[in-house]
């Protein structure tokens, strides 16, 4: 059993920080592409920033890029979205994803477990 447990978010203004933190159970977290998705009220489901399993690989998507990082700690079992400078649209409950692979990809449809969700929402 692989479970995900993400928290973190909260009410900010534009231009505030949050950290999200997800708490991956089991002792095979090294294993795991580890990712994070927001969605939005009437929108999909959408790619926000992936990790490898070293963590010297990272990808993000172009809205997010200079403004958020994603690290892990393996010792800790734990995935991190430090988002800095936020914005209005960034509004969006974020969910933790993982994937026994080694290779970075953006598609939900592709990772295997996911978190409950934490909503950030971002005042103007």
């Known amino acids: 059993q692989v479970q995900l447990v993400d928290s973190g978010g909260g009410l900010v203004q534009a231009g505030g920080s949050l950290r999200l933190s997800c708490a991956v159970s089991?002792?095979?977290?090294?294993?795991?592409?580890m990712a994070w998705f927001r969605q939005a009220p009437g929108k999909e489901r959408e790619f926000v920033a992936t990790i490898n399993r070293s963590g010297g690989g990272t990808n993000y998507a172009d809205s997010v890029k200079g403004r958020f990082t994603i690290s892990r700690d393996n010792a800790k079992n734990t995935v991190y979205l430090q988002m800095n400078s936020l914005k209005p649209e960034d509004t969006a409950v974020y969910y933790c994803?993982?994937?026994?692979?080694?290779?970075?990809?953006?598609?939900?449809?592709?990772?295997?477990?996911w978190g409950q969700g934490t909503q950030v929402t971002v005042s103007s």
């Open positions: 089991g002792r095979t977290f090294s294993s795991y592409t």
């Open positions: 994803a993982a994937r026994n692979i080694d290779i970075l990809t953006t598609g939900p449809e592709l990772y295997d477990y």
